[in-house]
């Protein structure tokens, strides 16, 4: 089955850009989401991408895609303290009848540095 | 406000016991997935109905069911409940069109759920 691995924490000073980075192992999987978890919250979905598409961008958020090494990376440029929570990578095979399932990484801790 | 909606938002209960998690999906969609998180697993996908029928299933336990109604809306049934249950259990959904439509899962606030 699909295995989605991110690295645990991440800091960065306010301003700066953040980089958060997942690897998955499915080469099917057809959708790469992004999702986010504020302390005591729900999961918020920030972005998604295909897997014909190797960049999308949306506001202060990019996502890379490299289909080649099952890579992808989340930009978020002029991080706040708004941006601190978890980060989740989910990769999910599109579809496949009865398997239909979203794969989460284990999500990176976002914190921000005044 | 991703307009999934959980009830009740905290649980708190005895080992043994059987809780009923509510779920009600966004207007319009016909799936319905359960998820699991907790400190020790992580993120973990429990099963998933669509139009009333189970569709797949994930690391859900036998002690633990799930159903989805006409209208819709979805419950999922622990029971037998152990510490090893207490968790942050989420609802999300998804719309599906004929041509397979978007797979952008959703989700609900999650409940809460302490096992004593």
């Known amino acids: 089955g699909e295995d989605v691995e991110q690295s645990l924490f991440l800091s960065v000073r306010e301003g700066d850009s953040s980089v958060i980075n997942c690897t998955y192992t499915?080469?099917?999987?057809?959708?790469l989401y992004w999702y986010k978890q504020e302390p005591g919250a729900g999961l918020q979905l920030l972005t998604y991408?295909?897997?014909?598409?190797d960049m999308k961008q949306d506001q202060r958020l990019t996502v890379l895609l490299n289909k080649k090494d099952k890579h992808l990376s989340l930009r978020i440029a002029d991080t706040q303290t708004g941006d601190s929570a978890i980060y989740f990578c989910?990769?999910?095979?599109?579809?496949?009848?009865?398997?239909?399932?979203?794969?989460f990484g284990t999500g990176t801790r976002l914190t921000i540095i005044p | 406000d991703s307009g999934v909606t959980q009830t009740p938002k905290h649980l708190i209960t005895a080992t043994g016991q059987r809780v009923t998690l509510r779920c009600s999906p966004r207007?319009?969609?016909?799936?319905v997935y359960w998820y699991q998180q907790s400190l020790d697993q992580g993120l973990q996908f429990l099963i998933q109905?669509?139009?009333?029928?189970?569709?797949a299933k994930g690391n859900i336990l036998e002690r633990f069911s799930a159903q989805q109604f006409p209208d819709l809306h979805s419950e999922l049934n622990l029971s037998s409940l152990e510490l090893g249950d207490s968790a942050l259990y989420f609802c999300?959904?998804?719309?599906?069109?004929?041509?397979?439509?978007?797979?952008?899962?959703?989700f609900g606030p999650g409940t809460r759920l302490l096992v004593l």
């Open positions: 999300a959904s998804s719309a599906k069109d004929g041509r397979g439509g978007t797979e952008t899962q959703y």
């Open positions: 499915d080469s099917s999987s057809t959708y």
């Open positions: 991408i295909f897997s014909n598409m």
């Open positions: 989910a990769a999910h095979p599109g579809l496949r009848f009865g398997n239909e399932k979203l794969t």
């Open positions: 207007s319009g969609d016909l799936s």
């Open positions: 109905y669509y139009n009333g029928e189970e569709r």
